[in-house]
């Protein structure tokens, strides 16, 4: 069964830092393409950003709103994939997903989100 | 950047069919995906690559897509399917690649 446990969330400062972690299950990590997607209290939901396989270099992608404070990366030997989130603003409070990707274009497993309080 | 719009809410009679929407331009050249997501969940997945559903989604679900139009269409509904759904689909040309409807809330009567 492929699980996804995000940890990490919590309350801060605005300007301050935060890392996400993401750990999974139940398939081969390694394999696939992994994404954080969040959803502001009340609002729908917005794709934050997007790491390859190593097959497929491992680069990433980034929303406009998060480019440059946010930055995604993976360790495969773990399982475990991390939102960097640097520089958070009070718009940047959400619940956070991680999630899989399959074929690079949808997220076909989910996480149970962890929220993300940036507040002073 | 890619728009993609939905109706901000459906309400239909049990047993009945519900079909929402997601409009965008030229949308048919795309593939259009479906999540369900109900209060206090994370979504699921229900609808992929426009009309393929993954396993343990009911056969009530069905997705088309032509046109500037997607459609999820979910036949027989049932309370259980009172959520929100939101469609989604990747644009290259887009400042946010995966880029997201602004979800319609599905209200069984």
């Known amino acids: 069964e492929v699980q996804l446990v995000e940890s990490g969330g919590g309350l801060v400062q605005p300007g301050r830092s935060l890392r996400l972690s993401c750990t999974a299950s139940g398939f081969t990590f390694g394999d696939y393409a992994m994404s954080w997607v969040r959803q502001a209290p009340g609002k729908g939901l917005e794709w934050v950003g997007f790491?390859?396989?190593?097959?497929?270099?491992?680069?990433?992608e980034y929303a406009a709103s998060v480019k440059g404070r946010f930055t995604i990366s993976r360790d495969d030997s773990k399982s475990i994939a991390y939102l960097q989130m640097n520089s958070l603003k009070t718009e940047d409070t959400a619940v956070y997903y991680c999630?899989?990707?399959?074929?690079?274009?949808?997220?076909?497993?989910w996480g149970q989100g962890t929220l993300v309080t940036v507040s002073s | 950047s890619y728009v993609l719009t939905q109706p901000p809410s459906v309400s239909v009679a049990p047993g009945k069919t519900a079909r929402i929407t997601c409009g965008g331009n030229n949308i048919g050249s795309k593939s259009v995906h479906w999540y369900q997501q109900k209060p206090g969940q994370a979504p699921v997945l229900v609808i992929y690559y426009d009309s393929d559903r993954p396993s343990g989604i009911p056969e009530r679900f069905s997705g088309s897509n032509s046109g500037n139009t997607a459609t999820l269409t979910i036949s027989r509904v049932e309370a259980g399917d009172e959520a929100d759904y939101y469609c989604q689909v990747w644009d290259s040309s887009s400042d946010h690649n995966w880029v997201f409807g602004g979800g319609t809330k599905l209200t069984v009567l």
């Open positions: 790491i390859r396989s190593k097959a497929y270099g491992g680069t990433t």
């Open positions: 999630t899989r990707v399959d074929r690079g274009y949808y997220f076909d497993y």
